[in-house]
């Protein structure tokens, strides 16, 4: 069964466009509470980490009250990006799973490969192993049968074989339903355990199957969040990074009840219009962008320079 993204929660989806800053929002109570603690998590994150925040104590002074301000504001753009994404993409289904050992699987193929590609991948999967434990006494040449014909090689086909081993180990079953009851960080730490499997594959599961606020970035997520310049107030520049440097940098600085719409959305409109020679004129959030306020800012001065 797919598990479809959720909108955002009722609280914030219902504000008119002019979205009022956290302090003024009615969210439900768990909601508030863990967008407080995120908030108190941020005003220490952005004093201990200079390096990455290199603007803080220019503009705050280091005063936790400033700080907390600059927070404030950053939240409101996140907001606002998060809404205009969200109604610009009304059909939001990834493909993803609410299993998690089905959107494991599903996110452990679908890394380097086509859309396409990899949706096939996983239903010829399943047809082939309609139990997941029979993966497990597969060898690796029967399953790259399937994973091959996506251009996947021999070693992934290997991962998931031996993945399907350890997890009957480690539960005496093909089930990670397990993980319910386990707490974020021991769920990553057990899933990053396994071959092939990183941190942004472990967040999928966190967020999608899991229903936790989690925030798996790929490589849309990093480049359009790189561009509308998240926590630039504070001087974060994302344009250099990796995606894997770019989920350790960015997993807790989303607000904690936007990261799955943000997520898809950020996905989607990586997809479709901030794809690596973006489309900036038919962008939709170019009025919260950075790359796009200095693209025409440059077009600007080119253009008053006499000929």
């Known amino acids: 069964?797919?598990?479809?993204?959720?909108?955002?929660?009722?609280?914030?989806?219902?504000?008119?466009?002019?979205?009022?800053?956290?302090?003024?929002?009615?969210?439900?109570?768990?909601?508030?509470a863990q967008h407080n603690r995120w908030r108190r998590r941020m005003v220490t994150h952005l004093l201990e980490h200079p390096?990455?925040?290199?603007?803080?104590?220019?503009?705050?002074?280091?005063?936790?009250?400033r700080v907390r301000r600059?927070?404030?504001?950053?939240?409101?753009?996140?907001?606002?990006?998060?809404?205009?994404l969200q109604e610009t993409y009304t059909e939001r289904d990834l493909g993803n799973h609410s299993d998690p050992l089905d959107e494991l699987i599903y996110i452990m193929i679908s890394r380097r490969t086509r859309e396409?590609?990899?949706?096939?991948?996983?239903?010829?999967?399943?047809?082939?192993?309609?139990?997941?434990?029979?993966?497990?006494?597969?060898?690796a040449?029967?399953?790259?049968?399937?994973?091959?014909?996506?251009?996947?090689?021999?070693?992934?086909?290997?991962?998931?074989?031996?993945?399907?081993?350890?997890?009957?180990?480690?539960?005496?079953r093909y089930s990670l339903d397990d993980l319910q009851d386990w707490t974020d960080d021991r769920v990553e730490g057990f899933l990053t355990t396994l071959p092939g499997v990183g941190?942004?594959?472990?967040?999928?599961?966190?967020?999608?199957?899991?229903?936790?606020?989690?925030?798996?970035v790929d490589t849309h997520n990093l480049r359009v969040l790189a561009r509308a310049g998240v926590?630039?107030?504070?001087?974060?520049?994302?344009?250099?990074?990796?995606?894997?440097?770019?989920?350790?940098?960015?997993?807790?600085?989303?607000?904690p009840e936007l990261r799955h719409s943000l997520h898809v959305s950020l996905v989607?409109?990586?997809?479709?219009?901030?794809?690596?020679?973006?489309?900036?004129?038919g962008c939709a959030v170019n009025h919260l962008c950075d790359f796009y306020r200095a693209r025409q800012t440059q077009v600007n001065r080119t253009s008053s320079l006499p000929t």
Not at 1 to 29: D, H, V, W, Y
Not at 122 to 139: I, K, N, S, V
Not at 232 to 255: F, M, W, Y
């Open 1 to 32: 069964m797919a598990a479809r993204s959720p909108l955002l929660p009722a609280a914030i989806s219902a504000c008119p466009p002019a979205i009022p800053a956290p302090r003024s929002q009615t969210l439900e109570k768990g909601l508030l």
């Open 51 to 65: 390096g990455l925040f290199p603007l803080v104590g220019q503009s705050t002074g280091g005063v936790p009250a």
């Open 70 to 84: 600059l927070i404030t504001r950053e939240t409101d753009r996140q907001q606002a990006l998060t809404r205009v």
């Open 116 to 139: 396409g590609a990899y949706q096939d991948v996983f239903r010829r999967l399943q047809t082939r192993f309609p139990d997941w434990g029979e993966m497990a006494g597969a060898e």
């Open 141 to 172: 040449r029967e399953i790259h049968a399937i994973t091959g014909t996506a251009g996947m090689g021999v070693q992934r086909a290997a991962d998931l074989g031996q993945t399907m081993r350890l997890i009957g180990n480690q539960f005496g």
């Open 199 to 216: 941190p942004k594959t472990a967040y999928c599961v966190l967020m999608y199957s899991l229903g936790r606020a989690a925030f798996p």
């Open 231 to 255: 926590f630039h107030e504070a001087g974060l520049d994302l344009t250099h990074l990796d995606h894997k440097r770019g989920q350790a940098v960015l997993a807790d600085l989303i607000a």
């Open 268 to 281: 989607l409109h990586g997809r479709d219009v901030c794809q690596p020679r973006p489309r900036c004129g």
